[in-house]
């Protein structure tokens, strides 16, 4: 199991956080046909690799850490993560 250091944010960030189709595509995107896939490269080269943090309204996400490690922050919860590793996130969560 990987290693995980939980830590804690003192304030909220749903409220004001946007909520997307899929990463920085402003309105309603077209139906979703059950499952997209992409790298996490395919996206973050569109926006010069800056992921701020946002939502997705309807959209679960699965990403696969192969190799090397990762910091992952989700609501609240902040954990380091060493490959490999699977993140689900549920809809909805920032």
Do not use: C, F
Request: aromatic share 4%; hydrophobic share 40%; charged share 25%.
């Amino acid at each position: 199991m990987p290693e995980s250091r939980p830590k804690s944010s003192s304030r909220s960030r749903a409220g004001a956080t946007p909520v997307y189709s899929l990463y920085g595509e402003e309105g309603q995107a077209p139906a979703l046909d059950g499952l997209h896939l992409e790298s996490i490269a395919e996206r973050s080269r569109l926006h010069n690799w800056e992921i701020q943090p946002h939502r997705h309204g309807a959209l679960v996400q699965l990403l696969l850490i192969e190799r090397g490690r990762v910091v992952v922050r989700m609501d609240e919860d902040e954990r380091e993560l060493r490959a490999p590793a699977l993140v689900w996130v549920p809809a909805l969560a920032v």
